[in-house]
């Protein structure tokens, strides 16, 4: 690879390749995962630091009260005065623990770009149209069975400067607050059936088939709406052998 030109896809492709299964038993992928260009610089080099005092920690970090959440938080299409374009969609599922025991309570916050592929974000500046009724984060409490829900629209695929014609494909981020600020968990959800899920090397950064096909929601008839919206199922299980693959090091 030339380090004045971009990676093409076909680097892309063949350092992936050289990664596939590079972790037997690991579902979580390497911190420096080379495809993914940036992990390569940006993962953490030193020994992690042990906090003397973490509740010292949980005092000065972010908190939330639960009676801040309000009903309308999970619905990211009534925020503005009108509605936002795109494939109206719910997304719902639950968190459990490694038993399968529902986790009531837990905060739940997402953000997405919007149909366009777009994030209402100063930093995001590629061509494509901002839409002024969508601002593309919400957040909800699971309830007693552990289950989340938003309503939604469907993001849109958007590009980024991994390599030449890198698309990222359509995904919702993900996260889990926990107890305390320090244990939040952060991922991200696919959607089924992406034609750009081989040229990502996020999503193939978690090298093993099964852990990669839980990170991508099922499309779930009994949940869409006649005349209204579609329905999407996605479970989050937070630790165990079947657990979702979590992005480390923020
Ligand atoms: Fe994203």
Redesign the pocket.
């Known amino acids: 690879m030339n380090a004045l030109q971009p990676p093409t896809q076909a680097d892309i492709d063949r350092e992936i390749a050289e990664h596939e299964g590079s972790r037997p038993g690991a579902a979580h992928p390497a911190r420096d995962y080379a495809p993914y260009r940036s992990s390569v610089l940006r993962h953490p080099r030193q020994r992690l630091v042990v906090v003397e005092d973490p509740e010292a920690v949980e005092l000065t970090g972010p908190a939330f009260g639960v009676t801040d959440v309000t009903a309308l938080d999970n619905d990211l299409t009534r925020r503005h005065q009108g509605e936002p374009l795109g494939e109206r969609i719910t997304v719902t599922g639950r968190v459990l623990d490694r038993s399968g025991r529902p986790v009531t309570g837990q905060l739940v916050e997402i953000?997405?770009?919007n149909a366009s592929g777009r994030?209402a974000h100063q930093r995001d500046d590629h061509p494509a149209p901002l839409d002024p009724n969508f601002t593309g984060v919400g957040r909800c409490l699971t309830d007693a069975e552990g289950r989340y829900s938003f309503t939604t629209i469907k993001?849109g695929a958007?590009p980024w400067r991994n390599h030449t014609n890198a698309w990222?494909p359509a995904?919702?981020?993900f996260s889990l607050f926990g107890q305390a600020f320090t244990q939040r968990l952060v991922t991200?959800m696919y959607f089924p059936g992406d034609p750009l899920f081989p040229y990502d090397p996020i999503l193939q950064s978690v090298t093993e088939r099964p852990a990669r096909e839980r990170l991508v929601a099922e499309y779930a008839h009994d949940l869409s709406v006649p005349e209204w919206s579609l329905g999407y199922r996605w479970d989050i299980v937070l630790d165990g052998p079947a657990a979702t693959w979590m992005e480390e090091g923020r």
Do not use: E, F, T
Request: aromatic share 28%.
């Open positions: 953000w997405q770009a994030y993001p958007y990222r995904h919702i981020h991200q």
